[in-house]
Every structure is written in C-alpha cells, then in structure tokens.
Antibody
Framework: QVQLQESGPGLVKPSETLSLTCTVS??????????WSWIRQPPGKGLEWIGY???????NYNPSLKSRVTISVDTSKNQFSLKLSSVTAADTAVYYC??????????????WGQGTLVTVSS | SSELTQDPAVSVALGQTVRITCQGD??????ASWYQQKPGQAPVLVIY???NRPSGIPDRFSGSSSGNTASLTITGAQAEDEADYYC???????????FGGGTKLTVL
C-alpha cells in the first residue's frame, strides 16, 4: 500500500522560500502511471491544487502560483519536493502531497499524505 | 474564486439521504472526484470517475453527473459521515485541476 509523508520546516519567514519534501513508500515515483502532486489548505479554508510532477520531470503548475513554484523529483530517493518562493502570510497553510491518477475515465488524488502545517511569520 | 461551486453547508437527518452538488462548466467534459475531510485529517477519496468507490468506502456513497453538475449522494447517512466534502475536476482548459469550495455536512 502506497504511503506518502511530508517533511520540512514548520515555520518560514516572510520573503523566504518554503521547501517541503514528500517521501513515497510502498510504491515508486518512477511509475509512469501517476503524477505526484502538491495541494494546500489555509487554516479554515478550502483546498488549492499547487501543481504536479511526472517521473520524467515534466511539471504542471497552478497559474496563480506558477511564478513562485518549483516542483522537482528525486527518483533515487523516491521523493518529490516543493519550493515556493517569496512567501507571505497568505501562504500559511497545511501542505499535502498526493498521488494523482489521470485516465480517460477520470482523474483523482489518492492516497494523500497526512499534511504538514507551514506558518509564515517573522 | 473557484471554477467549481458547492453549497457551503448541508444537513441531513440520521439515516436519510443527502445529495451534495458541484457545479462547473468543466464538468460537462470531465468527471469529478469527491473527497471527505474530517477535522484535523487529510482528505480521503470517496468517489472517482463515473461512479467508482475506492476499497473501504461504504456503498452508501455514490456519484452521478448531469450537464454541468456532479453530485455525491449518501444513502442512509450515518453520524460518521459528518465532514467536509470537496469536489475536484479539471478546469475549463483541461490542463489544470481545481477544487470546489467545500460543503460542510451536518448529520442531525
């Protein structure tokens, strides 16, 4: 059973870069069947898709964040990572990593990591 | 603003049937997936594709779609179904993913 686990600093200063890593166990990020995504949720608010990466390194980002987001993959460590630059308080959120399946019969995110709260504050 | 619109809150009496809806133009072309989120927990996939349930999801959960509206139906709602529910699909370009604003389900 595939499991995902986020890790990284829980506190980031304004204007700095948020960096998170998602470690995949029970499966491989090199599988060509899936996309590896980041999703966030500000406290008390809804979900926002940030972007995804394919094992080949191709990426797709939310246009609203595209100028600040970089998602990368490390197949040797079975991990993928998120960098969000120039953060502000509005970037305070629980950040989730998730595996996305995309087929002709639909797209879905499953499983999800447990999430990690990142607070932007000086 | 979200390209997928959900009612903020819905309530249902214990054991009754409730439908949670999600509206958006992209739903005319793409299926929605549905996620259940309980307080302090990560979202859990409950419905994907035309009407598919992952292993472990009770069969009281079902999905349907008509025109620009996708629906999640819970037949015989249980107390443990009280949660936030989010729909998700591609946006109108087909190249990005969007979530609905979420519906808070209360089981009375």
């Amino acid at each position: 059973q595939v499991q995902l686990q986020e890790s990284g600093p829980g506190l980031v200063k304004p204007s700095e870069t948020l960096s998170l890593t998602c470690t995949v166990s029970g499966g491989s990020v090199s599988s060509g069947s899936y996309y590896w995504s980041w999703i966030r949720q500000p406290p008390g608010k809804g979900l926002e898709w940030i972007g995804y990466i394919y094992y080949s390194g191709s990426t797709n980002y939310n246009p609203s964040l595209k100028s600040r987001v970089t998602i990368s993959v490390d197949t040797s460590k079975n991990q993928f990572s998120l960098k969000l630059s120039s953060v502000t308080a509005a970037d305070t959120a629980v950040y989730y990593c998730a595996r996305e399946t995309s087929t002709v019969t639909g797209d879905w995110f499953d499983p999800w990591g447990q999430g990690t709260l990142v607070t932007v504050s000086s | 603003s979200s390209e997928l619109t959900q009612d903020p809150a819905v309530s249902v009496a214990l054991g009754q049937t409730v439908r949670i809806t999600c509206q958006g133009d992209s739903l005319r072309s793409y299926y929605a997936s549905w996620y259940q989120q309980k307080p302090g927990q990560a979202p859990v996939l409950v419905i994907y594709g035309k009407n598919n349930r992952p292993s472990g999801i009770p069969d009281r959960f079902s999905g349907s779609s008509s025109g620009n509206t996708a629906s999640l139906t819970i037949t015989g709602a249980q107390a443990e179904d009280e949660a936030d529910y989010y729909c998700n699909s591609r946006d109108s370009s087909g190249n990005r993913w969007v979530f609905g604003g979420g519906t808070k389900l209360t089981v009375l």
